[in-house]
């Protein structure tokens, strides 16, 4: 077979992507039908849509019946095609359903199972491993189930995962369908569509590469992390786990990592594992001050190395592969030094010692981030959930907390017995169009004893007693309950936040429990503050 179908099927994955995603932005512009709740770390300035996955799902199947009226040949070579269609539309409903209205990490998780293990039941599994350098095949059975659902599922948390900047997730994606494209080309499985996908990402990086218009969202990223675990499968020589598999896992050694120590960091400190944070090695550029483009080309730079190696695998059939797993450790060893992320990494027991002394803190904060969130749902304005933030803040050791919005500030601060307060964090939400918070706490010296400090402290929970690290998660926590309480309010988060703003959730349960009149629920307030304490209102 020639080059030039996969030509034809990559400029027409390009041609759809280019028509769709105008659409999509106007009809997001002109409509709320493409608008989700409330998110913390969504933090661009203008509303930008996560549903990119709609132009890349129309992309995939114009190719395919553009494959099937030109190729039929093609499309009948794999046996398992329409489970490869079904299986792949049918997990983008999944994460575009999360885009339009949150899921929940354990529902998304239990769908991706329940989708993954329908594939292998239908047809599509790991059968066989053939051991590297010899000629030796070991048959899996039953442990070939649980190899492809732990793959594919891996794989398509993986690229959510490192969508967490403008265009990231994109092109490293576009890297892994060219080296696909190429593999399926060779062993003549696939190589069709999956030109036709990379057309359709290099397309989609015209509107994703910073600054974004559209987000890939959940439903983009699970698509094609999804489809880059089938197509590896399918082009594994009939189910032999080998260079098809290994070969991609090269492209992806950064995001391997970067997701590795993600969820080694959240479960020593006791956080959610799905939960997203500001700690990736995106975040790490950005914080020395990079611009996102040139964090995205960095990335780029460092990925389109390990693509090299993926094609050297490959082409060597697995030959090179210990030689190759020796100098992707070097460069990722030689970009932790120029990230000053060494010694941090050879650090293991202060690292682990460090955050299991944070995990009984961190649960206590999640306790009442969930509190402060289902609040939301019951008060009827955001000055009623303000008091509740307030009550909140006070128990977690803060000394000040000040709230901007649109109609004007809150602020509440209490004595702190003579310690400065030079511990302080601002939070931007939504570019400020649901608020700015700034939180104060006392400061301990580096070089005080956590255990005397907290002895000496008369406060229930204290973040002064620990580092700048435990400062940063708990306030993040206090934020991300302030917007999830938004959320179930209802706010819209289209619109500029007051503190007269009137929350309709709570209203519409009562309209849906009542058939009479409502009458407007009394004001709660918060508990009363000490003699030490007081609430300002800034008009």
Same mark, same amino acid.
């Given at each position: %077979?020639?080059?030039?179908?996969?030509?034809?099927?990559?400029?027409?994955?390009?041609?759809?992507?280019?028509?769709?995603?105008?659409?999509?932005?106007?009809?997001? $512009?002109?409509?709320?039908?493409?608008?989700?709740?409330?998110?913390?770390?969504?933090?661009?300035?203008?509303?930008?849509?996560?549903?990119?996955?709609?132009?890349?799902?129309?992309?995939?199947?114009?190719?395919?019946?553009?494959?099937? $009226?030109?190729?039929?040949?093609?499309?009948?070579?794999?046996?398992?095609?329409?489970?490869?269609?079904?299986?792949?539309?049918?997990?983008?409903?999944?994460?575009?359903?999360?885009?339009?209205?949150?899921?929940?990490?354990?529902?998304?998780?239990?769908?991706?199972?329940?989708?993954?293990?329908? @594939?292998?039941?239908?047809?599509?599994?790991?059968?066989?491993?053939?051991?590297?350098?010899?000629?030796?095949?070991?048959?899996?059975?039953?442990?070939?189930?649980?190899?492809?659902?732990?793959?594919?599922?891996? %794989?398509?948390?993986?690229?959510?995962?490192?969508?967490?900047?403008? *265009?990231?997730?994109?092109?490293?994606?576009?890297?892994?369908?060219?080296?696909?494209?190429?593999?399926?080309?060779?062993?003549?499985?696939?190589?069709?569509?999956?030109?036709?996908? @990379?057309?359709?990402?290099?397309?989609?990086?015209?509107?994703?590469?910073?600054?974004?218009?559209?987000?890939?969202?959940?439903?983009?990223?699970?698509?094609?992390?999804?489809?880059?675990?089938?197509? $590896?499968?399918?082009?594994?020589?009939?189910?032999?786990?080998?260079?098809? /598999?290994?070969?991609?896992?090269?492209?992806?050694?950064?995001?391997?990592?970067?997701?590795?120590?993600?969820?080694?960091?959240?479960?020593?400190?006791?956080?959610?594992?799905?939960?997203?944070?500001?700690?990736?090695?995106?975040?790490?550029?950005? *914080?020395?001050?990079?611009?996102?483009?040139?964090?995205?080309?960095?990335?780029?730079?460092?990925?389109?190395?390990?693509?090299? %190696?993926?094609?050297?695998?490959?082409?060597?059939? *697995?030959?090179?592969?210990?030689?190759?797993?020796?100098?992707?450790?070097?460069?990722?060893?030689?970009?932790?030094?120029?990230?000053?992320?060494?010694?941090?990494?050879?650090?293991?027991?202060?690292?682990?010692?460090?955050?299991?002394? %944070?995990?009984?803190?961190?649960?206590? $904060?999640?306790? /009442?981030?969930?509190?402060?969130?289902?609040?939301?749902?019951?008060?009827?304005?955001?000055?009623?959930?303000?008091?509740? /933030?307030?009550?909140?803040?006070?128990?977690?050791?803060?000394?000040?907390?000040?709230?901007?919005?649109?109609?004007?500030?809150?602020?509440?601060?209490?004595?702190?017995?003579?310690?400065?307060?030079?511990?302080?964090?601002?939070? @931007?939400?939504?570019?400020?169009?649901?608020?700015?918070?700034?939180?104060?706490?006392?400061?301990?010296?580096?070089?005080?004893?956590?255990?005397?400090?907290?002895?000496?402290?008369?406060?229930?929970?204290?973040?002064?007693?620990?580092?700048?690290?435990?400062?940063?998660?708990?306030?993040?926590?206090?934020?991300?309950?302030?917007?999830?309480?938004?959320?179930?309010?209802?706010?819209?988060?289209?619109?500029?936040?007051?503190?007269?703003?009137?929350?309709?959730? /709570?209203?519409?349960?009562?309209?849906?429990?009542?058939?009479?009149?409502?009458?407007?629920?009394?004001?709660?307030?918060?508990?009363?503050?000490?003699?030490?304490?007081?609430?300002?209102?800034?008009?």
């Amino acid at each position: %077979m020639s080059y030039w179908p996969l030509v034809y099927c990559g400029l027409l994955g390009m041609g759809i992507v280019s028509l769709v995603v105008p659409l999509v932005l106007k009809a997001s $512009a002109s409509t709320d039908l493409f608008k989700r709740g409330n998110d913390l770390h969504h933090t661009h300035h203008k509303p930008v849509p996560r549903v990119g996955g709609l132009a890349l799902a129309a992309a995939f199947i114009g190719v395919e019946v553009f494959i099937a $009226a030109f190729w039929p040949e093609q499309r009948a070579r794999i046996t398992d095609r329409w489970v490869f269609l079904l299986s792949s539309m049918t997990i983008f409903a999944l994460g575009f359903w999360d885009d339009l209205k949150p899921l929940g990490a354990k529902r998304k998780l239990l769908g991706q199972i329940l989708i993954s293990l329908a @594939a292998c039941a239908s047809g599509i599994a790991i059968e066989r491993f053939k051991i590297p350098f010899t000629a030796t095949i070991i048959e899996l059975h039953g442990w070939g189930v649980l190899i492809t659902v732990l793959w594919l599922v891996g %794989m398509t948390n993986l690229i959510n995962l490192i969508d967490g900047i403008d *265009g990231l997730a994109g092109g490293i994606c576009l890297m892994l369908m060219v080296l696909l494209a190429y593999v399926g080309h060779q062993s003549g499985s696939m190589e069709l569509i999956v030109s036709g996908m @990379a057309g359709a990402l290099l397309a989609f990086l015209w509107f994703n590469f910073p600054p974004a218009r559209i987000y890939l969202g959940d439903g983009g990223a699970y698509f094609l992390g999804f489809q880059i675990g089938l197509f $590896a499968v399918l082009s594994s020589h009939k189910g032999t786990v080998f260079v098809a /598999l290994t070969a991609p896992l090269f492209v992806l050694a950064l995001p391997i990592l970067d997701t590795a120590l993600a969820i080694l960091r959240r479960g020593l400190r006791g956080l959610p594992i799905f939960r997203p944070d500001r700690r990736h090695l995106h975040h790490h550029l950005l *914080g020395m001050g990079l611009s996102r483009r040139r964090v995205v080309l960095y990335f780029y730079a460092v990925t389109l190395i390990f693509l090299v %190696m993926g094609f050297a695998a490959f082409w060597s059939r *697995g030959n090179l592969i210990p030689v190759l797993l020796g100098v992707a450790t070097l460069i990722l060893l030689l970009c932790a030094g120029r990230l000053h992320f060494s010694r941090e990494w050879f650090a293991v027991g202060r690292i682990v010692g460090n955050s299991l002394e %944070m995990r009984q803190e961190i649960h206590y $904060a999640l306790t /009442l981030m969930r509190w402060l969130e289902l609040e939301g749902g019951r008060r009827h304005s955001a000055e009623e959930l303000w008091s509740d /933030l307030v009550f909140a803040a006070q128990r977690l050791g803060y000394v000040s907390a000040k709230m901007t919005l649109a109609d004007g500030e809150r602020k509440w601060e209490q004595t702190n017995d003579g310690q400065p307060t030079t511990r302080s964090v601002v939070e @931007a939400f939504h570019a400020g169009r649901l608020g700015t918070l700034e939180l104060k706490a006392p400061y301990c010296p580096l070089d005080t004893d956590p255990a005397q400090s907290r002895q000496g402290c008369d406060r229930l929970f204290c973040p002064c007693v620990s580092d700048d690290i435990m400062f940063e998660i708990v306030s993040e926590l206090l934020a991300e309950g302030w917007v999830k309480g938004l959320r179930k309010s209802n706010h819209p988060g289209t619109t500029p936040l007051r503190f007269d703003t009137k929350f309709a959730g /709570l209203q519409r349960r009562l309209q849906r429990n009542s058939s009479g009149p409502i009458a407007p629920a009394p004001s709660l307030k918060a508990s009363p503050q000490s003699a030490a304490s007081r609430l300002e209102i800034v008009r």
